[in-house]
């Protein structure tokens, strides 16, 4: 079945990069999203990468998606305090005529001075 | 609005009750979702609206749980009996059409949720 996983916590000091890894199981997914959720608010579309490229980049957000291991990850350079939150990774599925997001457990990332 | 709106924003009930969750989707989103968000859990699907469409509802967890769309656009979630194991943050998402070629067009925007403790 759809499952995407990831890990639930990262730490990370304030001007490092931080990676974020997920792994999904669904070959046919045509797109993959990274979520950001903030304390207190609902998700909010950071970025996503079509399933034929490698690779995108958007400012310090870079996002690596390695087909055959179904791997993707996020990678924020200069990581600040307002980084902090949960990230999710979603899968894009297609089932009983339409799309369908397939969410991971999200990954609380801290960012200490 | 500019964007989708809850209400209430926290809501705290005894077991046994029954409890509405309003959801407020953006205008002219057809398709309209609810999730549940328990803690140190990812996004759990419940159920998806889209248009005049029978609704999905292979997600919700039982049959204490419903909801309906009225005229295409506000959605009410209703737990019936409330179990302490409902505790959890009950979001709405809503999106332009299915079937849309391009990621964009299916980005989901997200409320900021309704908090519900069962005590």
């Known amino acids: 079945g759809e499952d995407v996983e990831q890990s639930l916590f990262l730490s990370v000091r304030e001007g490092d990069s931080s990676v974020i890894n997920c792994t999904y199981t669904d070959s046919s997914s045509t797109y993959l999203y990274w979520y950001k959720q903030e304390p207190g608010a609902g998700l909010q579309l950071l970025t996503y990468i079509f399933s034929n490229m490698d690779m995108k980049q958007d400012q310090r957000l870079t996002v690596l998606l390695n087909k055959k291991d179904k791997h993707l990850s996020l990678r924020i350079a200069d990581t600040q305090t307002g980084d902090s939150a949960i990230y999710f990774c979603a899968e894009r599925g297609f089932s009983g005529g339409y799309n369908k997001l397939i969410f991971g457990a999200g990954t609380r990332l801290a960012v200490h001075p | 609005g500019a964007g989708v709106s809850q209400s209430p924003s926290n809501k705290v009930t005894e077991k046994g009750k029954d409890v509405e969750l309003r959801c407020d989707p953006i205008?002219?989103?057809?398709?309209l979702y609810w999730y549940r968000q328990s803690l140190g859990q990812g996004l759990e699907f419940l159920i998806y609206f889209q248009g005049n469409s029978a609704p999905d509802k292979s997600g919700l967890p039982s049959d204490r749980f419903s909801a309906e769309r009225t005229g295409g656009s506000v959605s009410t979630l209703t737990i019936q009996r409330t179990q302490q194991e409902d505790s959890a943050v009950y979001l709405c998402?809503?999106?332009?059409?299915?079937?849309?070629?391009?990621?964009?067009?299916?980005?989901?925007?997200f409320g900021p949720g309704t908090r519900l403790t069962v005590t």
């Open positions: 205008s002219g989103h057809t398709a």
């Open positions: 998402a809503s999106s332009l059409a299915r079937g849309i070629r391009g990621a964009s067009s299916y980005e989901q925007y």
